[in-house]
T-cell receptor, first 114, second 114 residues
Framework: EDQVTQSPEALRLQEGESSSLNCSYTVSGLRGLFWYRQDPGKGPEFLFT???AGEEKEKERLKATLTKKESFLHITAPKPEDSATYLC???????????????FGSGTQLTVLP | KAGVTQTPRYLIKTRGQQVTLSCSPI?????VSWYQQTPGQGLQFLFE???????NKGNFPGRFSGRQFSNSRSEMNVSTLELGDSALYLC?????????????FGPGTRLTVT
């Protein structure tokens, strides 16, 4: 069974204080790893897709990296508007090779204080 | 381009009743997935529809069902509601099914069962 674990559960940062969120996974046949941001009362907003170990993607203050066992979401000089819950999800293969549904981690609740 | 829309946004029902939720995917997207989100269990996959056919199903009882129409719009139905069905129900659409494609989420329907 696919398992996704995110840490820490909650993180409080001062504005400008860089940090990283972790997503570790135990799956067979990773097809893709996704990062989402979710604001209270809203649906998850897509951020990144990573396909293979060593891949990196950046968007504004966010940078996602992937190894064979985990992914990191690095937040550089965060601002209060970066406060949200960050979710990672993995997609593996069904028998026959097509992609399975997403399996989500429980998320990291990030609070950036001004 | 308009995003994923879900109706209604909020719903209050009584135990034993049934409910139908609606989802309109992003124009051109043919795959629709449904998720249940609760504080205790996080985001859990319900089912996925593609070309009016259920392609994949999560571990939920048969009280949860869905369908997809020829215009890719989807509905999910929950019969004989239980208190534990109170959750945020999220719909996500992607271009096609079977590959590693990003899923884009709607704002969700907040269901409260009393």
């Amino acid at each position: 069974e696919d398992q996704v674990t995110q840490s820490p559960e909650a993180l409080r940062l001062q504005e400008g204080e860089s940090s990283s969120l972790n997503c570790s996974y135990t799956v067979s046949g990773l097809r893709g790893l996704f990062w989402y941001r979710q604001d209270p009362g809203k649906g998850p907003e897509f951020l990144f897709t990573l396909y293979s170990a060593g891949e990196e993607k950046e968007k504004e203050r966010l940078k996602a990296t992937l190894t064979k066992k985990e992914s990191f979401l690095h937040i550089t000089a965060p601002k209060p508007e970066d406060s949200a819950t960050y979710l990672c999800a993995v997609q593996t293969s069904l028998r026959g090779g097509s992609a399975r549904q997403l399996t989500f981690g429980s998320g990291t609740q990030l609070t950036v204080l001004p | 381009k308009a995003g994923v829309t879900q109706t209604p946004r909020y719903l209050i029902k009584t135990r034993g009743q049934q409910v139908t939720l609606s989802c309109s995917p992003i124009s051109g997207h043919r795959s629709v997935s449904w998720y249940q989100q609760t504080p205790g269990q996080g985001l859990q996959f319900l089912f996925e529809y593609f070309s009016e056919t259920q392609r994949n199903k999560g571990n939920f009882p048969g009280r949860f069902s869905g369908r997809q129409f020829s215009n890719s719009r989807s509905e999910m139905n929950v019969s004989t509601l239980e208190l534990g069905d109170s959750a945020l129900y999220l719909c996500a659409s992607s271009l096609v099914a079977g590959g590693v494609y990003e899923q884009y989420f709607g704002p969700g329907t907040r269901l409260t069962v009393t």
